[in-house]
């Protein structure tokens, strides 16, 4: 019963910070530093979820191939790789390492 407890409690708190939204003034939303944080924010936080998701096991630190993946990704922006190249990339080396016995 607990599951849905917590079911229940992430829709109205996901309700609830959906309507917080809807009652911020259009003021305050036009405000520069507001509309420049709103365009960096998604960025970091998919950063920081990619970085914790890579480099961690459980609630210790973990370098395995996940990071050798996100390496080949990060080598394949760097040379303007498009997008399917990018996650193509990440994948085969991360099977790579894995299959080599890391």
């Known amino acids: 019963m607990s599951v849905w407890i ?3 409690a992430t829709a109205i708190g996901c309700y609830l910070v959906k309507l917080a939204g809807l ?3 259009a003021g305050t ?3 520069p530093l507001v509309q420049r944080l709103s365009g960096l924010l998604p960025v970091a936080l998919l950063a920081a979820l990619t970085a914790q998701q890579t480099f ?5 630190l973990a370098i395995d191939a996940r990071a050798a993946g996100l ?3 990060a080598i394949a922006l760097v040379l303007r790789a ?3 190249v990018v996650v193509a990339a990440a994948v085969l080396v991360t099977a790579g390492v894995r ?3 890391g």
């Not at 961690?56 to 210790?60: I, N, Q, R, V």
């Open 6 to 8: 917590a079911i229940a």
């Open 23 to 25: 009652l911020v003034p």
């Open 29 to 31: 939303l036009e405000r």
């Open 56 to 60: 961690s096991s459980g609630s210790a």
């Open 71 to 73: 390496g080949a990704a």
């Open 82 to 84: 498009p997008f399917l």
């Open 99 to 101: 299959a080599i016995g």
